[in-house]
């Protein structure tokens, strides 16, 4: 069984800057690609940034030049550090890793994390 879970949201001001963290628990072999995405308040989810397993980055234009994805394969892990936060951050941050191959030879398509609230205050 693997599970994904996301640490690090918190209500924070504008201008300050928070760091994501997700992981894959159980025993995985490979995952492809893992990112976020989130969902505001009163709207729908959208894409925040994703990170192949060769390192390309992909980010939505909203948050390009102020955040980062990174990946530590190791650790089967994905983090985001976001940097100059304003309150449309604010949002429910849901950590997903798709073609995951687990040691049991399983393939899971995707999965997706709990999510993790983050408030940006004015």
């Known amino acids: 069984q693997v599970q994904i879970m996301e640490s690090g949201g918190d209500l924070v001001q504008r201008g300050e800057s928070l760091r994501l963290s997700c992981a894959a628990s159980g025993a995985v072999v490979s995952i492809n690609v893992m990112g976020w995405y989130r969902h505001p308040p009163g709207k729908g989810r959208e894409f925040v940034a994703g990170?192949?397993?060769?390192?390309?980055?992909d980010y939505a234009d909203s948050v390009k030049g102020r955040f980062s994805i990174s990946r530590d394969d190791a650790k089967n892990s994905v983090y985001l550090q976001m940097d100059s936060l304003v309150p449309e951050d604010t949002a429910k941050y849901y950590c997903?890793?798709?073609?995951?191959?687990?040691?049991?030879?399983?393939?899971?398509?995707?999965?997706w994390g709990q999510g993790t609230l983050v408030t940006v205050s004015s």
């Open positions: 990170i192949k397993s060769g390192g390309i980055t």
């Open positions: 997903y890793a798709r073609e995951v191959v687990a040691r049991s030879g399983d393939l899971f398509d995707e999965l």
